[in-house]
């Protein structure tokens, strides 16, 4: 069975009618199984979460603790979680390497450098003294992308939004395409070489769309721009269904949507790290949006916490975590102490940190912080909704419903979407 794992970053339960209401979502709801309540994880940040969608384990196991690793050094300059051997469990993808199976990445978080993966095509930003593209060629599959640049470059307006979404969706419907020739070849009887048999549609392809999460982060949730990206996820959805429509893929294949978090808007900023300073704190904080951890040395933390508790309004936090509550969270090993902000203010942890006009990081408690599920194939029952779901649940039921062995998950089976 093959898989296609489609992820919508920043797309939350509170966007569900919205997108319920356009083609082709609504046609998977009708067709497939449904949960507008998916439980994600601390941090509500992009890297995290999709760690824990891929491998259906919480932080303190994937070891993912943030979008960029801890560095002192100013945003731009700050590297990420880009390379695959930071995620310390297995994973979809290499459940489908163990098995002999191809599987394909388009922009998917923490695919850097992945060998076990044919195609990949990682998210990754380079630093101003970097080339963007040399810097794709290599964390990526380097020969694969060469030719696909070659082939499909010229239909790429530019490396921005929403230019970039319609380009990794053109790339995945060509790589669908690649199960149609092959099919072809066979039925006319052309001799072909072990090389031309390889060329296929991979059997597990993952795609993660970014637009909706650039225009909040830009222009805020409600925006002109992000009602327009919401339609577009629709839409790129709808083309990449019905590229496996025309090719009678749909028969041997499942199509899973997901979402990681959702946005709200910012009204106000502050510098923890000055503030920090001022008050000659011995911690760093480490912005997560709506809220921030704070490192120190191990016999500071006391000393850290209780600073924290006592100038909540200074910080405008409205809570700070102590060590007990995020091992309750799940949250990554390393961190002992973190804050979440009040309403609408965004944790910075530098003069120069970019200011938005919406993001996340957000308390679980947070309305936002409930996410999305769809499921469509062939053994997944129909017109299902399902009350109730956590993000961790998502690869091992992908695991299973594929036939891929996936062993060691935090998340459950969903053994009630599966035609009996």
């Known amino acids: 069975m093959r898989l296609v794992l489609i992820s919508m970053d920043a797309a939350s339960r509170l966007d569900a009618e919205k997108l319920l209401r356009l083609p082709n979502l609504s046609k998977m709801a009708e067709n497939g199984v449904l949960c507008t309540n998916v439980s994600t994880v601390y941090p509500t940040l992009t890297y995290p979460i999709h760690a824990s969608i891929i ?56 695919t850097g450098k992945a060998k076990f993966i044919g195609y990949n095509m990682p998210e990754i930003l380079a630093f101003p003294w970097e080339n963007q593209v040399l810097k794709v060629l290599k964390y990526g599959s380097t020969w694969e992308l060469i030719k696909s640049e070659l082939k499909y470059g010229k239909q790429r307006k530019s490396n921005k939004q929403p230019h970039l979404d319609s380009f990794v969706t053109l790339l995945a419907t060509k790589l669908i395409e690649r199960q149609y020739s092959r099919q072809i070849e066979k039925q006319a009887e052309v001799s072909y070489s072990s090389r031309q048999r390889r060329k296929h549609m991979p059997d597990f392809m993952a795609i993660h769309l970014v637009e909706l999460d650039a225009m909040r982060h830009e222009f805020g949730v409600d925006s002109t721009e992000s009602e327009s990206a919401l339609r577009h996820l629709d839409y790129n959805i709808g083309l990449i269904l019905q590229s496996l429509s025309m090719r009678d893929l ?17 009204y106000e900023s502050v510098n923890l790290n000055a503030i920090l300073k001022h008050y000659s704190v011995p911690a760093r904080a480490q912005s997560l949006g709506f809220g921030a951890y704070f490192h120190t040395e191990r016999a500071d933390r006391t000393l850290v916490y209780n600073h924290l508790v006592q100038h909540m309004d200074e910080y405008k936090i409205a809570h700070v975590y102590s060590n007990q509550e995020l091992r309750s969270l799940r949250a990554p090993e390393n961190i002992q102490i973190a804050c979440e902000m ?3 203010v ?61 062993t060691g998950t935090d998340g459950k089976l969903l053994n009630n979407i599966f035609i009996d």
Not at 347 to 359: C, I, R
Request: glycine share 6%; hydrophobic share 35%.
């Open 346 to 406: 965004e944790a910075l942890d530098t003069d120069k940190s970019p200011k938005h006009k919406a993001t996340h990081g957000f308390s679980l408690k947070s309305p936002s912080a409930k996410t999305l599920f769809w499921l469509m194939g062939p053994n997944i029952k129909r017109g299902v909704e399902l009350d109730s779901m956590d993000i961790v649940d998502i690869a091992p039921t992908l695991a299973y419903a594929s036939g891929l062995s996936l």
């Open 250 to 266: 749909l028969r041997d294949t499942l199509v899973c949507v997901v979402s990681d978090h959702g946005h709200e808007n910012v």
């Open 55 to 110: 491998s259906g384990c919480y932080p303190d196991r994937h070891g993912i603790a943030h979008n960029e690793l801890f560095d002192e050094n100013p945003p731009q300059y700050r590297p990420w979680y880009w390379e695959a051997d930071r995620i310390k469990v297995p994973t979809l993808f290499t459940a489908a390497n163990a098995a002999g199976r191809d599987s394909a990445a388009l922009l998917w978080p923490t």
């Open 342 to 344: 009040q309403e609408g």
